[in-house]
């Protein structure tokens, strides 16, 4: 359980549960049922449906396949994809990952576990280098703005653990089978380095070098590239199927993290990032544009 899940006695609602739950919700509503006539269809009580559907308990195939039957739900794919959820939601449950022994991540842990789990990301940001592809010097160097001089000392140990824990999340762009990525930067990130001139060119080299990999694709959105909503904020939108299917978006703020779990919310941001990636320079041209600037510096 990380610091941010919600509690109700011994259950614990989980960002996939709530995912699952809002699309059986959704079904159910859409069929014109109520949470009792579930029930009875899994010969369950109303209060288990409930539970169900507010991501408080895990959900078993057999109880997928019932109330898509009774909510009339045949097409293959719909119920195959809300199997592989519930099927994901019940190992995260159970799951300890490696995320668990690293106390700095603290609020992180719930998404670090679902990046773990994940087969695709899809990352703008207006304002950082995207953690995935984080330099451990670039790391250390934002890290080191975020306190005052007098608690530098205090914080060195845990910030290296949190670089330890950085470069831990960085092997599922290369173990098998690796995540694939696909990141958006503004180009404010790449003018706007902590830690001087070794820092972002070091940075900016290992951009460069990443885009090497077939399962990484990085774009830059230029100054010229006009104006957009996601000038709001950074959102990384996770895929557990085909993108699309099953997403969740998490945004983090400057004292507090927002997921929107599916629905028109999620929709609204594949369809951002999309209009972003558009209007952004494309891969080969961000390569060069990633070089040239390295070149400047």
Known sequence: MTARQPTQGYSTSTVLGRRLGGELTKLRIAAG???TQAGKALTASTTKVAKMEGGWVPVRDPDIRALCELYGVHDLKTVGGLLELARIDRERRKASGWWDDYVTLGTMQEYVALENAATTIRAW????????????????????????????????DPDEEFIASRLARQQRLTHEPPLRLRVVLYEAVLRNFPGGVETARGQLDHLAKMTDRQNVIIQVFPFGGGTHQGLNGAFNIISFAEPGAMDVVYSEAAFGQTWVEGGEGATAHHELFELISARSLNERE???FLHNLSKEL
Request: net charge positive; no cysteine; hydrophobic share 35%.
């Open 125 to 156: 940001q207006p304002a950082y280098i995207p953690g995935l592809l984080q330099t451990p010097e670039y790391v250390r160097a934002l890290r080191a703005t975020q306190v005052s001089a007098s608690r530098a000392a205090e914080r060195r």
């Open 286 to 288: 961000s390569l060069r």
């Open 33 to 35: 049922l109520n949470q």
